[in-house]
């Protein structure tokens, strides 16, 4: 088993999240404006359906390149259930719910375009406004579980879209049902009091706390398995896992054994999502564990001590402590 991760990965599956979601606020603007009968001197209405609708297909695009981004990320590894089961994941789970709801509600909504012209119009337009259920769980969700969502400039990236489709979509329900100066008002204070939710919810409760990079110092849980290959003359025992804590982590140990002695041994551990790899060896070995050392390609160096318990055929679970 070869221990690998890439934090391009997890870097692609961010951008196209936030290009959805931008996509997204835009299109959803863009079909409020339309939806109200607005005018525009320079652009026919079926040139903005065409805008509209391409910017639909856009965003699909986006959503696929995101959820494929994770399924290959080493970082935080989703299985296929976790990826279309909203709860099932065990990371954020309520905010990867809700993107998971707005993916297959996107979905469905593809779907009822592509097949527009087979179905009654009201149901149609209907079923279009999911499309403010999807902007609403894709921001709730953003702002929940993306692991930039403290930062400014991503607060301001939300802020701003919630502004938009909020004002926009306080124009369209209010026009014409009261007058255009109370109007203007509620569509001013409405977006702005979205605005200071965005700003105290990501600087506050929802508050993003990054884990340490390329700790010198942690400790955590053990998950994975150990295979064996055993010879007359010579054996091979080898042990790959996790350890998920303070700092996750690849570990693998490596054991070439003779009867009655140790031949050779090697210890990898790949601190994630850097990929900064410390490889060393193994300095003792007991029956369920090890303690090794290991150099890093920045020059630090790390003790570690394993231990763990055999559960169901070779898979094991214990504990891991790692310090300078």
């Not at 959805?20 to 079909?31: E, F, K, P, Q, T």
């Not at 994770?70 to 279309?84: E, G, N, Q, V």
């Not at 329900?173 to 509620?186: E, H, M, T």
């Not at 982590?249 to 999502?273: G, H, K, V």
């Amino acid at each position: 088993m070869h221990l690998t991760t890439n934090p391009a990965d997890w870097y692609a599956a961010r951008a196209a999240g936030l290009a959805a979601y931008v996509l997204l606020s835009a299109v959803v603007c863009l079909g409020m404006t339309m939806a109200g009968r607005k005018r525009f001197e320079r652009w026919p209405r079926f040139a903005l359906e065409d805008v509209h609708r391409f910017g639909g297909l856009l965003v699909g695009s986006f959503v696929a390149i995101h959820v494929v981004a994770i399924a290959i990320d080493a970082y935080l590894p989703f299985s296929l259930t976790a990826l279309t089961v909203p709860l099932a994941a065990s990371y954020r789970r309520l905010f990867t719910a809700l993107g998971i709801v707005a993916a297959e509600l996107l979905l469905a909504l593809a779907v009822t375009n592509r097949y527009r012209d087979r179905l009654p119009y009201r149901y149609w337009r209907r079923a279009h406004y999911l499309n403010v259920a999807i902007w609403a769980a894709a921001t709730v969700h953003g702002l929940g579980s993306g692991t930039d969502r403290s930062t400014p400039w991503l607060l301001a990236v939300f802020a701003v879209a919630v502004a938009a489709v909020v004002g926009a979509g306080s124009w369209r329900v209010l026009r014409g049902r009261l007058a255009p100066s109370r109007v203007r008002w509620i569509a001013t204070a409405l977006p702005a009091a979205g605005v200071t939710a965005v700003v105290l919810l990501g600087g506050g409760p929802l508050r993003f706390s990054p884990r340490p990079w390329n700790a010198r110092s942690f400790d955590g849980t053990l998950t994975g398995h150990v295979v064996r290959d055993v010879g007359a003359t010579r054996g091979l025992i080898s042990a790959a896992a996790t350890a998920d804590g303070t700092q996750r982590a690849l570990l693998r140990a490596d054991l070439l054994i003779e009867p009655n002695r140790l031949d050779a041994t090697s210890f990898q551990l790949e601190f994630l999502p850097s990929g900064l790899i410390c490889a060393g060896r193994i300095t003792r070995v007991q029956s369920f564990g090890f303690d090794a050392t290991c150099r890093a390609g920045d020059g630090s160096r790390r003790f570690v001590h394993a231990t763990w318990s055999l559960a169901q055929g070779d898979e094991l679970n214990g504990r891991v402590d790692v310090h300078a």
